[in-house]
């Protein structure tokens, strides 16, 4: 498993240093990145063995092929010092692509009888050619062209690069790969990307993603190559503007797991445990620091929640109503602060869903419990929230860690259970958070959303198991300026299931804990959906919000945002709705701003 040092944000020595840590074995050196370096080939070719790095190919070379005879000239003189280069770094392959040169001909016999004397000059320093099809190539831009000028060209040094971006933006038909003698493919690149509409070569130099962060089937393109008998490595190159100034030890390890999660999906043997079935959310722990712990017991109270439990050796309490619980964390959070500390879920195989999150490269955290309380496994996610996997039925399971309160039980406002946990990620967070969630608990994304909120563009990406008892929703603000930004940075929040909204916001309301929502959105949700005028008047009476589709209605209510940036939500959902109601978080984004005002007036 490879990665070219483009991926990566920093020097070339941070990038090598980040791929030897996250475990890959070998790079592709980008040639820019040895141009600004310090260092001598001779000391980067030492740098990556004392790292365990095998350097799989240096690139790129570009526009040499069907040019006027002196651009070839040129173009030789240039070749001649990129091998000497290789021969000092000790690499052996070098990544020629397709040409833009503007004095190109369109001579498939010409470009071959060129990439024929290349070919010949690069064996005689050990090296070999690894000829690839450019999506924006002037004259070659499919894989299947230039696999015919390689077979025309008729060099045992030359070879084909397949990469998967160039294929799959152009919805080439990848079947034709099959007939490639896998003798001849030398060298295979791997790039997710979003379907997006725009020019492809500026949507391959800033969009691209790690596999399984995009919309690309990769996993067939994937066994489709394998297929061959391809045994080459499998290399990243993921051309990304936030990558690139991200941390590049964190960008590694989000790249080897997509690389892991991608020979999954293709059927590849990882030793990776399949992930057990997931049945749902088991608790949902918040921290809230002094004065803020009181708001969300409050907002628990209204909910119908009872306080039922007081954890025997921590400052945690025990909120239950149904199948929904929630743990107040006391000393997880700063005065007056709120967070989404943890998630815990019901996994059939707990001690699996651990080794495989910790297969798949989630740091295992230390936890600290004494003498008879459980043990549970506790992994990192990307933004800072916890990952236990549990099983609450089990006997001497987490539940028996709380001391009953003996508080009388609430009789509650219909809460069933978990619908899904909220989380508002940091831009160099939000594609990494989706790829681990994807992967550690093998939920399945949904469609994405873009929201244009108040505050800017939203994009969001949610996901799920296969039954829907597990949902994590995650949101970005795709762009983040100066210091005008709404007063919560990174809001988060815990949706509730229910079947029957009006109970839980009859309560909310009561207790003053009902997030307001104006008269204008109702005279536009009747002239867009026209529910009937009793529903409206009594959605507009509770202040729900309520969105439908082909297949069902969806209707929820907020509280305010409690603390620093928690709140809670109400759902109901009326025959298969599965969405999130994305067409009215503008509404309730300005809404949550106006209660944060008036509170603070």
């Keep these: 498993m490879g990665i070219a040092t483009v991926c990566l944000s920093g020097t070339l020595d941070d990038k090598l240093t980040a791929a030897a840590a996250a475990g890959f074995d070998g790079v592709e050196v980008f040639e820019p990145d040895l141009v600004a370096s310090a260092d001598t080939p001779e000391e980067v070719r030492a740098r990556c063995a004392d790292l365990g790095l095998a350097i799989d190919l240096y690139q790129p070379l570009r526009d040499f092929e069907a040019v006027p005879p002196p651009l070839l000239a040129a173009n030789l003189r240039r070749a001649e010092h990129k091998f000497a280069v290789m021969e000092r770094l ?26 024929h004397l290349l070919s010949e000059r690069a064996a005689a320093h050990g090296v070999r050619i690894a000829y690839e099809a450019l999506a924006w190539g002037r004259h070659v831009s499919t894989f299947d062209r230039a696999w015919r000028i390689v077979r025309r060209a008729d060099h045992p040094s030359l070879g084909l690069c397949l990469d998967s971006f160039h294929i799959l933006s152009r919805g080439s038909d990848t079947s034709a790969i099959r007939v490639i003698p896998p003798e001849k493919l030398f060298f295979l690149q791997l790039a997710d990307a979003p379907r997006m509409d725009m020019d492809v070569l500026q949507w391959s130099r800033h969009h691209r993603l790690f596999p399984g962060q995009g919309a690309f089937d990769l996993a067939a393109f994937l066994r489709t190559v394998l297929d061959t008998g391809y045994t080459g490595p499998l290399s990243l190159e993921v051309f990304n503007d936030v990558f690139r100034q991200s941390d590049p030890r964190t960008a590694a390890v989000d790249a080897l797991r997509s690389l892991l999660g991608l020979q999954e999906a293709a059927s590849v043997d990882t030793a990776l445990p399949a992930p057990p079935r997931l049945d749902g959310v088991a608790f949902v722990e918040i921290g809230a620091g002094p ?3 009181a708001e969300v017991a409050a907002a628990l109270g209204a909910l119908g929640f ?23 964390n006391r000393a997880a959070a700063a005065e007056g602060a709120t967070a989404v500390a943890a998630i815990a879920v019901e996994s059939t195989d707990p001690p699996a869903s651990a080794r495989r999150a910790e297969r798949l490269l989630a740091p295992i955290l230390p936890r600290e419990h004494r003498a008879g309380e459980a043990d549970l496994a506790a992994v990192a996610a990307p933004g800072g929230t916890s990952v236990f996997f549990c099983r609450t039925d089990a006997r001497e399971g987490w539940r028996a860690d709380f001391a009953p309160t003996g508080e009388p039980a609430d009789a509650g406002a219909g809460l069933l259970g978990i619908d899904h946990v909220a989380l508002t990620q940091q831009t160099d967070d939000f594609d990494g958070a989706a790829l681990f969630y994807r992967t550690v608990f093998g939920l399945d994304p949904e469609t994405p959303a873009e929201v244009a909120a108040p505050f800017g ?45 009006t109970a839980a916001a009859t309560r909310l309301r009561e207790a003053g804990l009902l997030l307001e929502i104006p008269a204008n959105y109702y005279e536009d949700l009747d002239a867009r959906l026209a529910p009937p005028p009793e529903r409206l008047g009594r959605l507009r009476d509770r202040s729900l919000l309520y969105d439908r589709d082909a297949h069902g209605e969806l209707l929820h209510c907020y509280t305010p945002v409690l603390g620093s940036r928690v709140f809670f939500e109400v759902v109901q959902r009326i025959g298969g709705h599965l969405g999130y109601g994305a067409p009215n978080a503008p509404v309730r984004m300005a809404a949550h701003r106006r209660d944060r005002l008036r509170r603070s007036a």
């Design 90 to 115: 000790g690499a052996d392959l070098l990544l020629v692509c397709s040409t833009v040169h503007p004095d190109s001909v369109d001579d498939d016999d010409l470009a071959a009888e060129h990439l």
């Design 291 to 293: 004065g803020a712990d």
């Design 306 to 328: 009872t306080r039922g439990g007081a954890h025997r050796s921590k400052p945690v309490d025990l909120w239950e109503q149904g199948t929904a619980r929630i743990l107040v």
């Design 457 to 501: 563009l939203m994009r969001s990406l949610s996901m799920a198991d296969a039954h829907h008892r597990v949902r994590i929703a995650l949101s970005v603000a795709a762009v983040r300026r100066g210091g005008w930004a709404p007063a919560v940075p990174h809001p988060q929040h815990v949706a509730f299931a229910t079947g029957d909204i």
